[in-house]
C-alpha cells in the first residue's frame, strides 16, 4: 500500500470529519419529532359560545390542528364532534368536569362514551381544588392509588387519564414536592399534563420536569411566565422545553392556553411556532 503524504492525510481527514458532521446534522433532522399544536377552549369560551363553528374555523385557519375542551359549551357529544369535524379539527384531551367525581367507578363510563364520541383518549384531571388537596404524604399515597385505579378501569376503552397541575401542587409537604410524589406512587398509567408556565411559577425548571418523568407527560400546556408577556418574551426557556419535549415520546400535543380569545391564541401560535423554527 502506498505511502500518502501528511498534506494528503489532512485533507482525507478533514473531509472525512465534515461527511461525519453532515450525516449527524441529517440523521438529527430525521429523528426530530413533530409535535402537532392544540388550543385550550378555556382561552376560547367567549367567542365559542357565542359561534362555536365560527371560531373553530378560526382555529384551523390560525394553523391549530386540535382543541382541548374544558367544559362542552352546553352542547352534546355528537354536535361537538360535528362541529369538529366540519373544522377538519381532532379533540386531543378534555378537562373533565367535575374532575375526579366524573371518573369514579358509577360516572367513568358515561364520561368514556362522551370521549369515546368526541375521538378524545386524554381525560384530564385540571385540578383537585384547594381545599381537597392532601395534607399529608399519606393522603398524595392514596390519592395515587385512586388515581391507579381509574386508569385501571379506563385503560381497556383505550383511555389514558391525566392530571393538570398548577403552582399549590409544588408546595413542599414533608419534604416532598407533592405533584412529583404522585407519579411516583401512582402507576405507569396515569399521567402528567404539564403547564409549563405555571410549573416555572412555582419554582420549577418545566424540561427537568418533563426529563424527570420520560414516558409520562401526554401533553404540554403552552403558556409564559408572565401572562402579559407575549410567548418568548418572557422568562420561559423555550428551546429546554421544546428540546425535552421531542425526546419525550409520550408527549402528544402542544397545547396553547396563553392569554385569552382568538386574538391572543392566533399570536400565540404564530409566536410559539417561530420558537420551533429555531430548533431547524
Not at 366524573?102 to 381525560?123: H, V
Not at 392532601?134 to 393522603?139: C, I, V
Not at 403558556?223 to 409520550?250: H, L, V, Y
Request: hydrophobic share 40%; with cysteine.
Amino acid at each position: 500500500m502506498a505511502a500518502i503524504s501528511r498534506r494528503e492525510f489532512v485533507k482525507t481527514a478533514a473531509a472525512s470529519a465534515a461527511a461525519l458532521a453532515t450525516g449527524a446534522a441529517f440523521a438529527q433532522t430525521r429523528t426530530r419529532r413533530e409535535i402537532p399544536i392544540g388550543v385550550q377552549m378555556y382561552i376560547l369560551s367567549q367567542p365559542a359560545n357565542a359561534d362555536l363553528a365560527g371560531t373553530l374555523a378560526a382555529v384551523k385557519k390560525a394553523g391549530f390542528e386540535a382543541v382541548e375542551f374544558a367544559g362542552y359549551l352546553k352542547r352534546d357529544a355528537k354536535t361537538l364532534r360535528q362541529h369538529l369535524d366540519d373544522a377538519g379539527l381532532k379533540c386531543c384531551g378534555s378537562h373533565v368536569p367535575g374532575g375526579l367525581s366524573a371518573l369514579t367507578a358509577e360516572r367513568l363510563p358515561e364520561t368514556i362514551e362522551f370521549n369515546r364520541t368526541l375521538g378524545n383518549t386524554n381525560l384530564i384531571v385540571p385540578s383537585l381544588g384547594g381545599s381537597n388537596l392532601p395534607k399529608t404524604l399519606d393522603g398524595w399515597t392514596k390519592l395515587a392509588a385512586t388515581f391507579s385505579d381509574i386508569a385501571e378501569r379506563a385503560k381497556p376503552a383505550g383511555m389514558k387519564v391525566g392530571f393538570h397541575n398548577h403552582e399549590v401542587e409544588f408546595t413542599p409537604v414533608e419534604g416532598q414536592i407533592p405533584y412529583e410524589y404522585l407519579f411516583t406512587k401512582a402507576s405507569r398509567d396515569v399521567y402528567m399534563q404539564v403547564d409549563v408556565g405555571l410549573a416555572a411559577r412555582a419554582g420549577q425548571d418545566p424540561a427537568a420536569l418533563i426529563n424527570k418523568f420520560p414516558g409520562r407527560v401526554v401533553s404540554l400546556h403552552i403558556k409564559e411566565f408572565d401572562p402579559a408577556a407575549p410567548i418568548a418574551e418572557g422568562k420561559m426557556r423555550w428551546q429546554e422545553i421544546i428540546r425535552a419535549a421531542e425526546t419525550n415520546p409520550s408527549i402528544q400535543y402542544y397545547i396553547m392556553e396563553h392569554g385569552r380569545g382568538l386574538d391572543a391564541a392566533v399570536t400565540g401560535i404564530q409566536d410559539f411556532q417561530k420558537q420551533l423554527a429555531v430548533r431547524g
